[in-house]
């Protein structure tokens, strides 16, 4: 009985001992649709790994785009489409005057990028893997958002 116990508390210690991911940006809400299909802009994002969407102004009059503004990305993943969304205000400042910039690393094309950065105050970000890691410059990570998928093919709902 007490071997057990002791085990317990292991399992309980090792699976509790995580990497908290952490952002100072303030929650705000979150809803916007994205269609593959529909929206020209949005079928940019069907291009491969790394292309990305910056959403700074609304499409519908039900969207909300958090706090910053929306960084969707098609990232790495097991799918040929994986869809990531990230808050574009940098965790540093925390302001919606200081919003992080994809680094495009496309010469022609659609845009392509694996991180982005602060301009302000320099904080390089992963936004590739659908977690928004600090890479230089900051301990905190940018704020992910969901991305489910719709019953309709090619349809993303971004949400908190």
């Not at 916007?32 to 009059?61: P, S």
Request: proline share 4%; net charge neutral.
């Amino acid at each position: 009985m007490k071997n057990l116990i002791i085990s317990i508390l292991l399992i309980c210690i090792v699976f509790s001992c995580k990497e908290e991911i952490y952002s100072t940006i303030p929650t705000a809400p979150v809803s916007y649709k994205l269609n593959l299909n529909l929206y020209e802009a949005d079928a940019r994002l069907n291009a491969g790994v790394g292309t990305y969407l910056c959403i700074t102004q609304k499409r519908l009059e039900t969207d909300r785009l958090g706090f910053g503004g929306l960084l969707i990305v098609n990232g790495i993943g097991e799918e040929a489409v994986n869809i990531y969304a990230y808050d574009l205000a940098c965790p540093n400042e925390a302001s919606r005057n200081a919003l992080v910039v994809p680094e495009n690393i496309s010469e022609a094309g659609s845009p392509t990028a694996i991180t982005a950065k602060c301009p302000k105050c320099g904080a390089v970000f992963n936004i590739i893997d659908g977690y928004g890691t600090p890479q230089s410059g900051s301990k905190y990570y940018l704020r992910a958002y969901r991305v489910m998928k719709t019953m309709n093919n090619g349809e993303y709902l971004v949400a908190q």
